[in-house]
């Protein structure tokens, strides 16, 4: 019984994931914690982690045409891209309120 325990609260133990070094030009428009900080950029926080690495492999490598994504990752490596996609995957998303 004790077992079956652990097993199911190791998820809950699970470290979060360090804060990546690419982070700084990301958070200037999703925020550190992925809520969007000008009009028009999307929440990243809690969003699956799967569709994160995919979406910035695509904006990296040209097949979701958009010059300022692709701008602002540049000539990332998979691993960077990972970090980046684990990090906002992990954060919690905050209600917004009205303006």
């Not at 000539?75 to 684990?86: F, G, I, Y």
Request: with cysteine; hydrophobic share 45%.
């Amino acid at each position: 019984m004790a077992a079956c325990v652990l097993v199911f609260a190791a998820p809950a133990f699970a470290a979060a994931p360090a804060k990546p070094a690419r982070l700084g030009l990301c958070a200037a428009c999703h925020g550190e914690t992925g809520m969007a900080q000008i009009p028009g950029a999307p929440n990243l926080a809690g969003q699956k982690l799967d569709y994160l690495r995919e979406a910035l492999k695509q904006y990296r490598d040209g097949r979701r045409n958009v010059p300022l994504m692709r701008a602002a990752i540049g000539p990332v490596s998979d691993a960077d891209l990972d970090e980046l996609a684990r990090w906002y995957s992990a954060q919690t998303p905050q209600p917004q309120g009205n303006p």
